[in-house]
């Protein structure tokens, strides 16, 4: 059974930095695919996506909005993914989520992903 667990959110201060993790119990990273939403309540029911990455290859996909401040990467040895976001805003608050794809498609959809974490809470303060 593949269990997705992020980690790293919590209080951060605007202009700080976010970082967070997605580590997989029961899977060894290969040709998947890792991706970062959120979701924020006053949004309603929306989860944003925010960046990808194929693990095989490190082949990355950013939203739009949020590419001047995000980067994603993967360890491989750790089999660990990772999400940073600079410039934190007060309207980044959100519960972050990872999810894992069984194959390479840098999806932007949540159907695009097999197994997901329980999202870990980034609150900004102004």
């Known amino acids: 059974q593949v269990q997705v667990v992020e980690s790293g959110g919590g209080l951060v201060q605007a202009g700080g930095t976010l970082s967070l993790s997605c580590a997989a119990s029961?899977?060894?990273?290969?040709?998947?695919?890792v991706g970062w939403f959120r979701h924020i309540p006053e949004k309603g029911h929306e989860f944003e996506f925010v960046a990808a990455i194929l693990w095989s290859e490190g082949n990355t996909r950013i939203s739009d909005s949020l590419k001047d401040r995000v980067t994603i990467s993967r360890d491989v040895a750790k089999n660990t993914a990772y999400l940073k976001m600079n410039n934190l805003k007060p309207e980044d608050t959100a519960v972050y989520y990872c999810?894992?794809?069984?194959?390479?498609?840098?999806?932007?959809?949540?159907?695009?992903?097999?197994?997901w974490g329980p999202g870990t809470q980034v609150t900004v303060s102004s």
């Open positions: 029961g899977r060894t990273f290969s040709s998947d695919t």
């Open positions: 999810a894992v794809r069984d194959g390479a498609v840098l999806s932007v959809v949540t159907w695009g992903y097999d197994y």
